[in-house]
């Protein structure tokens, strides 16, 4: 049996490490078992680069029991928890690999509700539609609108935790997958009920009781800003990639993204309101706020004070802010067809024990698979290979971010672990 795993791992800590047991624990006794991670690439879903690069991430989750780790590329893995989810299951619908899909949830018994209200989202329910169009002119935010629409269908409180989320848009894109590829396939679910603080949480150590010492990511990654030691919260697996060969922490750290920031000013004075109109998710005039935005500001906390409206929430800025210094416009994502999903799939890493799953893939995937880039990329379809490109050049950029990153994206081997 193979489990499918949608996930970030920035980094593999001993919460990932509890949900990979608890998913295996939950498949068949067999040698054959497998679990394989779609992880989000150098930039992750809280629109900002990852703290650990992908290949480091990718050597954590081989090395603490992953069996493959796939990419997803950046335009999924940074965009709303619907396209986040979208792009995962996607890739692992299209890899045909998989026999189960795994994830965290706040509470096990959250699931029902959960499909019941998938099912009223894909196909949208002519009662919901009538019902987010009241909450909508009220006015309330989508979120808000959403939420008490399919309250008041399902006739109980929906679950709202980040996780929560996370599944109902996976439920909901597996629903519009069967639909349009007219495939059900079949998969079996795994939810795992999440153990310590919460997935946004940020909580000190000295709250966290146990001998486990479950910690959010979000504090490890707190801690790591803060040049704490991290190490009693992650995993063996993950202890020796925390430093290069050459002595130096894996991790961004608070120069980095001074870097990142300084790169989004410099896009931000050299691209006009024209262009900044076509930037993905940029409506409603705020390329206008953004052009007349004083620059430099003094970090980029400050800068989304400046530009902060009642309109655009944190989330959805961070977002565009994103997609500004990245140059992801809704005119490229037209061009690559992106509401279709990803057009290939990119292997970062397999355990060396699970090395058949290589060839295995290649021949059940329906989307091309990229093991070698170097030698691949000029075979590529279009509109993959464009995207592939894109995403090298945005590699480039964060590899200038630290000098413990890989420079060069097509020199890196395969990791086998």
Request: aromatic letters at 8%; charged letters at 25%; glycine letters at 4%.
């Amino acid at each position: 049996m193979k489990a499918g795993i949608i996930c970030e791992y920035d980094p593999f800590h001993k919460g990932h490490d509890y949900h990979l047991a608890k998913t295996l624990q939950a498949m068949p006794s067999c040698s054959q078992n497998a679990v394989i991670a779609v992880m989000s690439g150098n930039y992750v879903q809280r629109a900002q680069p990852a703290m650990w690069d992908k290949f480091t991430r990718t050597r954590m989750a081989l090395s603490s029991g992953v069996s493959m780790v796939l990419e997803l590329p950046t335009l999924y893995a940074a965009a709303t928890a619907e396209w986040f989810a979208f792009g995962g299951v996607s890739l692992l619908y299209h890899s045909h690999m998989i026999d189960a899909l795994s994830f965290g949830m706040e509470d096990e018994s959250h699931l029902p509700v959960l499909k019941r209200a998938s099912s009223l989202l894909f196909p949208e329910d002519p009662a919901y539609q009538t019902l987010l169009r009241r909450y909508l002119s009220e006015p309330l935010p989508f979120a808000q609108a959403r939420q008490r629409a399919l309250e008041d269908l399902l006739g109980q409180a929906l679950p709202t935790g980040p996780n929560d989320v996370l599944v109902l848009e996976y439920l909901k894109a597996i629903r519009r997958l069967e639909e349009e590829e007219n495939t059900d396939p079949g998969w079996k679910l795994i939810p795992v009920t999440r153990k310590g603080s919460g997935h946004d949480q940020d909580v000190s150590p000295a709250e966290v009781s146990g001998p486990d010492r479950f910690l959010s990511a979000r504090s490890v990654r707190r801690l790591s800003l803060e040049g704490q030691d991290i190490s009693p919260y992650l995993p063996h697996g993950s202890l020796p990639y925390l430093r290069d060969k050459k002595g130096r922490s894996t991790a961004l750290d608070k120069a980095s993204y001074e870097r990142f920031y300084a790169y989004l000013i410099d896009q931000l004075a050299r691209i006009d309101a024209a262009k900044l109109s076509d930037i993905d998710e940029v409506a409603e005039g705020l390329e206008n706020r953004l052009i007349s935005a004083p620059l430099p500001t003094p970090s980029y906390s400050k800068f989304l004070d400046l530009i902060k409206t009642k309109r655009y929430p944190t989330s959805r800025l961070n977002r565009i802010l994103l997609n500004i210094t990245l140059g992801i416009s809704r005119s490229f994502k037209n061009e690559y067809d992106f509401a279709k999903g990803p057009s290939y799939i990119r292997v970062l890493g397999v355990r060396k024990d699970q090395l058949p799953l290589l060839s295995e893939l290649t021949h059940k995937a329906d989307l091309p698979v990229i093991i070698n880039p170097a030698r691949q990329m000029k075979d590529l379809p279009d509109p993959a290979r464009d995207l592939f490109r894109r995403e090298l050049t945005w590699s480039r950029i964060y590899a200038s971010l630290s000098p413990a990153v890989c420079q060069n994206e097509l020199s890196e081997p395969l990791l086998i672990v």
